[in-house]
């Protein structure tokens, strides 16, 4: 009798301990996950899986028995993992996530089956620092089922080829710092709703003159560190009332065609610090001055001739010289020039 109410005991433990540990809820048996760390904070709950030794393996974690009782994570975390390479599809099982983020690691591919499950959910996708050549391994990636997506960061990879998203809800994409060189008018098409986009650092030596033409909600537009020479008249009218930041620092621009910016977006600033502009023609910038566009020059080889005197000595008292921003060869700052020179050096 004693022997068989041991062999009870033994066996309801068996299976309370196979299905959940109290000190694990409400995460899985940290038995079953590992290396994988589950945690819970307040009513959100985040799956590490840093420490995974293989594709084969993550893949295994999550279909493992028994199910996870519970299939809502806030988030997917693996940071620094030299070993995945792959998010296959159908790598998660029925678990979802809010967000999933995979950075500086060794990730090459990701289907787009290993993020379907969460279709509903998914809010964000951080995957930056990584080797990935091709997001979700498809030409066109249709995430129009991804219903509150709206946040994606594929910057510091190897991607050559701009990923045609399509898709109503994205406002924030970042895909700086890969090899992509060209992106063309029609790639942003399908992401009409974006606010903030990162195209730095992708080595750009042409701005298509309406690659941003379709996009009247943004907010900051950042093409810093590329390899752009001229701005094209139009290139930069984007016709947004919201836009309030052109970061165009760090390229070797030496020449901006007169109408390249919208003059009609009160509070916008344009940075073109550190490029190659030894004028400020009055066709090109004035019209931007008089709009109250704060313009930032700082680093470039200016001469601050007679090219300037348009904005040291304005027209009918107004005061361009207040929102622009630079130095001249001898390090005085915009505001030091002396009108007096102008008026007697120049016609």
């Known amino acids: ?22 000190s694990d ?47 809502h994570f806030s988030k997917f975390l693996m940071e620094g993992n030299q070993n995945v390479e792959k998010l296959e599809n159908g790598v998660f099982n029925v678990i979802t996530f809010d967000e999933i983020e995979v950075t500086n690691g060794a990730l090459v591919e990701v289907e787009q089956g290993s993020i379907e499950q969460s279709k509903e959910v998914l809010q964000k996708i951080t995957m930056y620092g990584n080797q990935i050549e091709r997001f979700l391994m498809n030409d066109a990636q249709d995430l129009t089922a991804f219903t509150e997506l709206w946040y994606i960061n594929l910057s510091g990879n190897v991607i050559q080829v701009f990923p045609a998203i399509t898709s109503d809800k994205v406002t924030y994409l970042a895909v700086s710092d890969n090899p992509m060189t060209t992106i063309h008018n029609e790639n942003l098409f399908g992401v009409p709703y974006l606010e903030h986009i990162h195209i730095d650092s992708i080595r750009m030596n042409i701005l298509e003159t309406k690659l941003l033409s379709n996009h009247r909600h943004l907010i900051t537009i950042n093409l810093s560190s590329n390899n752009l020479v001229q701005i094209q008249s139009t290139a930069l009218i984007v016709q947004s009332p919201t836009l ?25 600033k344009v940075n073109l610090d550190d490029n190659n502009l030894s004028t400020l023609d009055e066709l090109t910038w004035k019209p931007l001055a008089k709009s109250e566009v704060s313009l930032t020059f700082n680093g470039n080889p200016l001469g601050c001739g007679c090219d300037m005197k348009w904005a040291v000595i304005p027209d009918n008292g107004e005061d361009y010289i207040s929102f622009m921003e630079g130095t001249c060869p001898e390090g005085q700052s915009f505001t030091d020039l002396e009108p007096a020179w102008y008026e007697q050096f120049c016609n």
């Open 1 to 22: 009798m004693i022997e068989h109410l041991v062999f009870l005991f033994a066996t309801w433990a068996a299976i309370l301990g196979g299905c959940w540990a109290s």
């Open 244 to 268: 309030k930041e052109i970061n165009l620092s760090n390229n070797r621009i030496n020449d901006v065609e007169p109408g390249s910016f919208d003059t009609n977006v009160h509070g916008l």
């Open 25 to 71: 809820f409400p995460c899985p048996p940290a038995v079953q996950i590992a290396p994988c760390l589950c945690s819970v904070n307040a009513d959100k709950m985040q799956m590490d899986c840093s420490d995974v030794d293989s594709t084969e393996h993550l893949k295994e974690i999550f279909h493992s028995s028994p199910p996870f009782p519970f299939t």
